[in-house]
C-alpha cells in the first residue's frame, strides 16, 4: 500500500519537471528577431515601393513605363534571359544532382559537389570578369575559334550570351542543391520496379522520376527566375550600357536621371512579375507542395 502511494506522487514530480519541447511563447520570442528584420527589411520597402506608385506617381505612371520603349526591351530582355538561365540552370541543375544522388565513386562525388559548390565560394565582381576574360577578343574562347574556324577577335562580350552564361553560372547551385534534396527523397524501388514491369530507362524517368520531381522542379525554376530577374552586377559588366535590363535601367534613373517615379515603377514591375510567377506556380501545383519541396 505504501509502495502504491508513492507512484503517483513521482509520477507527478516527473510531470511537473523541464519538457524539452517548447511552446509557442518560446518559439514566438526566439523567432522575435527574425520576423521584426523581415518586417523592417522586406515587408516595409515593398511596402512603401507598392504605395508610393500608386499615391504619388498614380496609375499613369505604369501607362507610361508601357508605352516607353526602352523600358519594355529592358523588360523583354530581363524576362527572356531569366527564362533561358532557369532552363539551363534547371537542366544542367537537375543532371548533376541526379549525377549526385546516383554516383558510389568518390572522386566523381566530389568533382560534382566541387562544380557545384565552386560559383558560392568566388565573389561576383570575380566570377564577372572571369567571364569577360574568357569570352573577351584575346581569350581562350577567341582563341578556340581562330584555331578551329578561322574567326579572328571572335568575341561574346556585350551580348545577351553573356549576360545568360554569367547569371547561369552563379545561379547553378541554387539549382543543383535543391535538385539534389528532391532527388534524395525519391526512392529509387520505384524507378527499379517500372524497369523490371517492362519500361525503358528513358520511360522510367519520363514517367516516374519526373512527375515525383515535379514540384522540387518548379520550386527551384521559381527561386532561380525570382533571383535572375534582379541581377545588376552581371548585365552591366557583360552585356554593357548599350543593352539595359531592368534592373540596371532602375539605376541609370536613380543616378543619372534623378527620375524616383521612373525607378519606382521599374522596381513595382520586377516586384509584381516575381510575384505573379510564385502565385501562378501555387495555382499549377497548389500551396502545400510547392511548400513541401522548397523545406
Not at 568518390?106 to 565552386?118: E, G, K, N
Not at 518548379?218 to 534582379?230: E, L, M, P, Q
Amino acid at each position: 500500500m505504501a509502495l502504491s502511494g508513492t507512484l503517483p506522487t513521482a509520477a507527478k514530480k516527473i510531470s511537473l519537471g523541464w519538457n524539452p519541447v517548447a511552446g509557442p511563447m518560446t518559439g514566438l520570442l526566439l523567432a522575435a528577431p527574425i520576423i521584426v528584420m523581415l518586417i523592417l527589411f522586406l515587408v516595409v520597402p515593398v511596402a512603401m515601393v507598392l504605395g508610393q506608385t500608386v499615391v504619388i506617381d498614380g496609375i499613369g505612371a505604369y501607362k507610361t513605363f508601357w508605352n516607353d520603349p526602352v523600358s519594355m526591351a529592358a523588360l523583354r530582355r530581363t524576362i527572356v534571359s531569366s527564362i533561358v538561365v532557369t532552363l539551363l540552370t534547371t537542366g544542367l541543375g537537375g543532371i548533376l544532382a541526379w549525377r549526385l544522388r546516383m554516383t558510389r565513386s568518390r572522386l566523381v562525388r566530389a568533382l560534382i559537389w566541387l562544380s557545384i559548390l565552386t560559383p558560392l565560394w568566388m565573389g561576383v565582381v570575380v566570377k564577372n570578369y572571369a567571364f569577360a576574360i574568357i569570352l573577351g577578343r584575346g581569350g581562350p574562347l577567341s582563341e578556340i575559334c581562330a584555331w578551329l574556324f578561322g574567326i579572328d577577335d571572335f568575341s561574346l562580350m556585350y551580348s545577351p550570351i553573356a549576360v545568360i552564361l554569367g547569371v547561369f553560372y552563379s545561379m547553378l547551385p541554387y539549382a543543383a542543391l535543391p535538385l539534389y534534396v528532391t532527388f534524395r527523397q525519391i526512392d529509387l524501388d520505384l524507378l527499379a520496379a517500372s524497369e523490371i514491369l517492362g519500361a525503358s530507362r528513358l520511360q522510367a524517368i519520363t514517367s516516374v522520376l519526373l512527375p515525383l520531381a515535379r514540384p522540387g522542379l518548379v520550386a527551384t525554376g521559381i527561386i532561380v527566375f525570382v533571383i535572375s530577374i534582379g541581377f545588376y552586377i552581371t548585365p552591366v559588366l557583360l552585356g554593357g550600357a548599350k543593352s539595359p535590363y531592368l534592373p540596371s535601367l532602375i539605376e541609370q534613373d536613380l543616378s543619372q536621371f534623378y527620375d524616383e517615379g521612373a525607378a519606382r515603377i521599374s522596381a513595382a514591375i520586377l516586384l509584381i512579375l516575381a510575384t505573379a510567377v510564385v502565385g501562378l506556380a501555387m495555382k499549377l501545383l497548389g500551396a502545400r507542395q510547392l511548400q513541401r519541396a522548397i523545406k
